[in-house]
């Protein structure tokens, strides 16, 4: 499995971790993770196990944003290789998302 959701106990957060490749073969997975659990405020989305990700993914980080109230959206981006926070740094995705 490329993709693992973590629910609190209280169904209020979610942390999903993407192990490999997060690019558009992960679209369908990544949308279920998120939309099955409405009660969810909090969004975390553990990039330590990630390798690569592609304008799919981000674009796919960008309607979990709007899913989850847009501007008032609780998510953050941890555990990047260098890379990734590189790539995310130039689409300025930190005045999107809280990045670790």
Do not use: W
């Not at 941890?78 to 930190?94: C, D, E, G, R, Y």
């Amino acid at each position: 499995m490329r993709l693992t959701k973590q629910v609190s106990a209280d169904g209020k957060a979610v942390t999903i971790k993407i192990h490999g490749r997060f690019d558009f073969s992960l679209h369908q997975e990544f949308r279920q993770a998120y939309e099955s659990c409405p009660e969810a405020a909090r969004f975390v989305i553990d990039l330590g196990a990630t390798e690569y990700i592609d304008s799919a993914a981000c674009g796919m980080l960008m309607v979990l944003r709007d899913s989850a109230g847009g501007d008032h959206a609780d998510i953050s981006i941890v555990n990047s290789n260098p890379a990734i926070k590189k790539t995310l740094a130039m689409l300025q995705f930190h005045r999107l998302f809280k990045i670790d």
